[in-house]
Every structure is written in structure tokens, then in C-alpha cells.
């Protein structure tokens, strides 16, 4: 575990691996683990988005002129929590917000090869807020929160992502 104050950290990537994550220094030796193959299964209808959420209900849809999705709500008892599946030509390049690596005390990250580059990443903020992003070029899911109940069932739907293409 780091802290959030710890200044810089970057992140190496390279698909098929774990991102390596340190501190700037002036000689690196960056080691690297291989990822285990994508855990990800081929969906069996499609659905028009590359990721499809098992037992994610309709959900509450949103749109632009250049991208759409969905944000799902899970209720607790502290409240309502979301997460959000967005898809289109501007939605983003598939990776985690930058400051995600800054901030987090914890923080892993993997990409997996495929037709499509899938970036998986989860952390914990130092308040304690848990995160989660699964993305590839165009398409994200991703929710962040402190409740521990809405954290875990918002993980069994990102653990049932099935892939489209």
C-alpha cells in the first residue's frame, strides 16, 4: 500500500501483462508480469457493445450526439451508488483517468490482447473509496465508491462481462 501523498507514480503497460507501476527514478529496471489469458468469455447474443453485463438489469440510459450508455444503480443501506457503462466514437480511449494512479493507495492494473485491447484496473482511494474500470478503445465501465455492499455486487456484474467481439 502507498499513500496518496507519495508524489508521482507512472505506469508501464505492454499488452498481455500486468502494468508496472513505480516511482520516476534515473535508471529503471522494469520487470513485468505476463497476465493470465483475458477472463472475459465470448457473449452468446450480441448486444452492439464490445463488454455486456450479466444481471444488470435495464439500467437508466444516457446519450450524446457521439456516444451512449447506461447508468446502473444499486441500492444500500447508505444510498443509491452507480455504475456506468458508456460506448462511442468520443467516449474515451479505454484507459483509467490518469489521476486514478496518483491518488490510489492501492492500484493494479492489466491489458489484455485480443481483437480489442482490454484494460482491467481496480484500486482503493485513502478515504477508503473502492474503483473499478474495465475498458477498451471507446467503451468503459467503471464505478467508484465507499460502500463496501454496492462495491461487491457492482464487482459480480464486472466479473460476468462477457466480450462481443
Known sequence: MRGATDGLWIAFRKLGYRA??????????VVMERA?????????????TAFQLPLAGEG????????????????TSSGKHYLRHG???????????P?????????AETTYAGRANITAARGELADGTRWR????????????TKDGE????????????????
Request: proline share 7%; hydrophobic share 35%; aromatic share 14%.
Open 87 to 97: 460506448y462511442g466514437p468520443m467516449w474515451g480511449v479505454g484507459e483509467p483517468l
Open 36 to 48: 493470465v489469458a483475458a477472463p472475459f468469455p465470448r457473449c452468446k447474443a450480441g448486444a452492439g
Open 60 to 75: 437508466r440510459p444516457f446519450h450524446d450526439v457521439d456516444y451512449n450508455g447506461r447508468t446502473y444503480t444499486v441500492k
Open 99 to 107: 489521476h486514478y494512479l496518483q491518488v490510489s493507495r492501492s492500484y
Open 133 to 144: 474500470f474495465l475498458g477498451t478503445f471507446g467503451e468503459t465501465i467503471s464505478y467508484q
Open 20 to 29: 508496472a507501476i513505480m516511482k520516476p527514478a534515473e535508471e529503471l529496471n
Open 150 to 165: 454496492a462495491a461487491r455486487r457492482f464487482d459480480l456484474m464486472l466479473d460476468g462481462v462477457c466480450l462481443e467481439r
